[in-house]
């Protein structure tokens, strides 16, 4: 049986200069969970992919 | 395209990756930090829990100085012109043991940080040892000189809590015209420059007009960041009403979709986003979450005061004393930490309460109990209003009614 690949479970984009901490960046909660699920298959595969010398 | 991870660190979970471009933190699984050739952890022996904080914050937030001339009547840190500041040694070997520990960023701030004279060392001393410097800014002194010198930082932004005259409305003097100034400098030098706006009720009526600039000087972000009645801001009576707390976050979406710019909410407005019930699980995975204190955040006071946040105590260490801020993270912050485990109604009973937190900390302490869940939030006020009060004018066991406290 093929062992299971790792996954992302979460990602935040950008820096915060902010005394308090990023909450909610409203431009990627306007997609839904079926979109991050996929983003973080994208991510996933890119965060494995192999460097290209 | 391979994203190329810059820093990594371990956690119960798995870890969490740095990657440049595009510049994010990637929280992955056991499984995926071995595939990216990280060592094995000790962490990862035994089974991970759920509500655990992280091993180190991801995120500081270093209040340099409470030194600022601009004298705003709604200063959270009550800064003056006069007021104490870390010296460069000191910041300086807060910033060597935050990056030990595997902190990311850290938020440069103030008082007006531009005041400092150490200002750039400092930053420079955290790309030395690793952490990327941001910074907030009034802009009001900012000089073609100093935004050329800027270079240093990551994300840069200018505090504008409206435009024109809203801008002297909010913030009691006139700036407008000095802080679009800065970000034209800052923005002629750097892509990610962006907005803080404090949304206060006054202020709400003009994030339009604070959008349209965003827009229009082609500037990378607005954050919206929720009014707090802490430092001088516990003078003035600016809170949000309920009718704007249930609209923020449909008013974020509108400016997002309408100007095309990116939209940002502080921590302390989750509530008033979940009371929207947006996916739970998207939200997890963007990070959108309630109070971070003591988790994914940490502050760093003038004084040396090691916090939870910038708004919310008590002090936890001084970490101005080497190893303190190292040995008072794993058990210190229970007034944050234990929230979730102790939740009153409402936020006993709501879906998103591991999401949400409770709200924000500062605000319900300075409404006279940092434990109860936070009095802005849409569900805790439908909730109050529903609940019965007995003769003495007393809500059940769990309950809150508050009155703020004016310092």
């Not at chain 2, 850290?106 to 001393?125: C, P, Q, R, S, T």
């Not at chain 2, 800065?182 to 006054?202: H, M, P």
């Not at chain 2, 946040?309 to 944050?336: I, L, N, T």
């Amino acid at each position: 049986m093929p062992s299971r690949k790792g996954r992302v479970l979460r990602a935040t984009f950008g820096c915060n200069p902010n005394s308090s901490s990023l909450g909610v960046d409203v431009t990627f909660l306007l997609f839904g969970a079926t979109f991050a699920g996929a983003l973080a298959l994208l991510l996933g595969a890119l965060l494995r992919r192999p460097r290209v010398p | 395209m391979k994203l190329e991870v810059v820093r990594a660190r371990a956690e119960r979970f798995g870890g969490i990756v740095e990657v440049a471009r595009p510049r994010a933190l990637l929280h992955v699984d056991r499984q995926m930090m071995r595939e990216l050739g990280q060592p094995e952890s000790p962490l990862w022996d035994s089974p991970a829990e759920p509500d655990a904080p992280l091993v180190a914050p991801t995120e500081v937030h270093v209040v340099l100085s409470r030194r600022c001339s601009a004298g705003c009547r709604g200063c959270y840190v009550d800064a003056t012109p006069h007021g104490a500041a870390l010296s460069l040694e000191e910041a300086c070997r807060i910033l060597d043991e935050l990056a030990a520990m595997g902190v990311f960023h850290v938020a440069l701030g103030g008082g007006e940080a531009l005041e400092l004279d150490h200002l750039f060392e400092v930053a420079a001393h955290a790309r030395k040892v690793g952490i990327t410097p941001n910074l907030t800014t009034s802009g009001l002194g900012l000089t073609q000189d100093l935004a050329e010198r800027s270079r240093v930082f990551g994300q840069i932004n200018v505090s504008v809590d409206g435009v024109g005259e809203a801008y002297r409305r909010a913030r009691g003097f006139d700036g407008f015209s000095r802080a679009e100034r800065a970000l034209r400098f800052l923005r002629a030098v750097k892509k990610e420059v962006g907005v803080n706006c404090v949304v206060s009720r006054t202020s709400f009526d003009g994030l339009s007009d604070v959008a349209r600039l965003v827009r229009r000087l082609r500037l990378n972000e607005l954050e919206l960041l929720r009014f707090k009645p802490v430092g001088r801001g516990a003078r003035v009576d600016e809170e949000l009403t309920p009718d704007q707390a249930r609209r923020i976050y449909p008013l974020a979406r509108r400016l997002m979709l309408r100007h095309r710019i990116r939209v940002k909410l502080d921590c302390s407005f989750a509530p008033m986003v979940f009371w929207h019930r947006p996916s739970a699980r998207a939200a997890a995975f963007w990070g959108v979450q309630g109070c971070v204190a003591g988790d994914v955040l940490a502050a760093v006071a003038p004084e040396g005061h090691l916090m939870g946040c910038s708004f919310a105590g008590p002090p936890e260490a001084d970490a101005r004393v080497p190893g303190a801020v190292r040995a008072a993270w794993p058990e210190g912050f229970s007034s944050f930490r234990g929230f979730i485990r102790s939740a009153p109604e409402p936020c006993a009973s709501c879906e998103y309460l591991r999401l949400c937190r409770g709200g924000c900390r500062a605000v319900a302490g300075a409404h006279g109990e940092p434990s109860a869940p936070d009095p802005g939030c849409p569900r805790v006020q439908e909730w109050k209003a529903r609940s019965p009060v007995d003769g003495e004018g007393r809500r059940p066991a769990g309950s809150f009614a508050l009155p703020v406290v004016r310092g």
